[in-house]
């Protein structure tokens, strides 16, 4: 299918991190997924509107009312990993987050693809209980996108999460790789060519991480970022408070 008007929504995996360009600007699998489809297409126009932390229920309100004027063809919704990390998270609560993201998304584009999340809790600082929290935001996901007509981008079974140079330094953001990787899931997904090394398996090993670095990543990665989420609840900030989309409107790729 020719799509001419690409939407991505979402939180901080939408925008890019950790996939980091030179001018300081995050690239990320919705860049390249346009890239892609932008091909051969002179109408084509993409516009990004994700927002590091946001969680499911902002999406739905912050940037799903945008598709009214931007009128996509194609939208693209990653979302709910910040709702596993809040505080007082319920799965209940989780359900009915993913099933009005998806009902909203789905009715006002043709063509909608979620996603579920790969089991990254073994990278994460108590990851025993997000495990479960992670099956149960993908059940979610899996039964909305079945009951609302949405394609799904199902990569909980990618053996890829264990390979390190997939992510970038705090071990859950996708790195370039990773973001490639995921793009060409979305792709395939949607039945569209795309260079199939994204898909491949990397050459060799990951190096395995040594108790320095083990310690590094816990000093510089892991406590700062549960510092800042503690002193935002305190205060009643959200993580991405005062961050913008990157692409609000629908452009032509460069």
């Given at each position: 299918?020719?799509?001419?008007?690409f939407?991505?929504?979402?939180?901080?995996?939408?925008?890019?991190?950790?996939?980091?360009?030179?001018?300081?600007?995050?690239?990320?699998w919705?860049?390249?997924?346009?890239?892609?489809?932008?091909q051969g297409?002179?109408?084509?126009?993409?516009?990004?509107?994700?927002?590091?932390?946001?969680?499911?229920?902002?999406?739905?309100?912050?940037q799903?009312?945008?598709?009214?004027?931007?009128?996509?063809?194609?939208v693209a919704?990653f979302?709910?990993?910040?709702?596993?990390?809040?505080?007082?998270?319920?799965?209940?609560?989780?359900?009915?987050?993913?099933?009005?993201?998806?009902?909203?998304?789905?009715?006002?584009?043709?063509?909608?693809?979620?996603?579920?999340?790969?089991d990254?809790?073994?990278?994460?600082?108590?990851g025993?209980?997000?495990?479960?929290?992670?099956e149960?935001l993908?059940d979610?996901?899996?039964?909305?996108?079945?009951?609302?007509?949405?394609?799904?981008?199902?990569?909980?079974?990618?053996?890829?999460?264990?390979?390190?140079?997939?992510?970038?330094?705090d071990r859950?953001h996708?790195?370039?790789?990773?973001?490639l990787?995921?793009?060409?899931?979305?792709?395939?997904?949607?039945?569209?060519?795309?260079?199939?090394?994204?898909?491949?398996?990397?050459?060799?090993?990951?190096?395995?991480?040594?108790?320095?670095?083990?310690?590094?990543w816990?000093?510089?990665?892991?406590?700062?970022?549960?510092?800042?989420r503690?002193?935002?609840?305190?205060?009643g900030?959200?993580?991405?408070?005062?961050?913008?989309?990157?692409?609000?409107?629908?452009?032509?790729?460069?």
């Amino acid at each position: 299918m020719r799509y001419e008007r690409f939407v991505a929504l979402g939180d901080s995996c939408t925008e890019g991190l950790d996939d980091l360009q030179p001018d300081g600007v995050y690239r990320g699998w919705a860049d390249f997924t346009a890239s892609v489809l932008a091909q051969g297409n002179p109408r084509f126009g993409y516009a990004n509107l994700g927002v590091r932390g946001r969680r499911l229920d902002q999406i739905t309100v912050e940037q799903i009312p945008s598709l009214e004027s931007l009128r996509p063809d194609l939208v693209a919704l990653f979302g709910g990993g910040n709702d596993l990390m809040s505080g007082g998270y319920s799965a209940a609560v989780l359900a009915r987050r993913v099933d009005a993201a998806v009902r909203a998304a789905t009715s006002a584009a043709p063509v909608v693809a979620v996603f579920t999340l790969s089991d990254i809790s073994r990278r994460m600082p108590f990851g025993w209980r997000m495990g479960p929290r992670i099956e149960a935001l993908n059940d979610a996901v899996r039964t909305s996108a079945a009951r609302y007509g949405a394609v799904l981008v199902d990569v909980w079974a990618d053996q890829a999460v264990h390979d390190s140079r997939y992510f970038g330094p705090d071990r859950l953001h996708l790195s370039t790789l990773g973001h490639l990787r995921l793009a060409g899931h979305l792709l395939s997904a949607l039945d569209e060519p795309f260079p199939s090394s994204w898909l491949s398996p990397l050459p060799g090993q990951a190096a395995p991480a040594s108790l320095a670095d083990h310690v590094s990543w816990l000093r510089t990665q892991v406590l700062p970022v549960a510092y800042t989420r503690v002193r935002n609840r305190l205060i009643g900030r959200s993580p991405g408070d005062g961050f913008t989309p990157k692409r609000p409107e629908l452009l032509p790729l460069q």
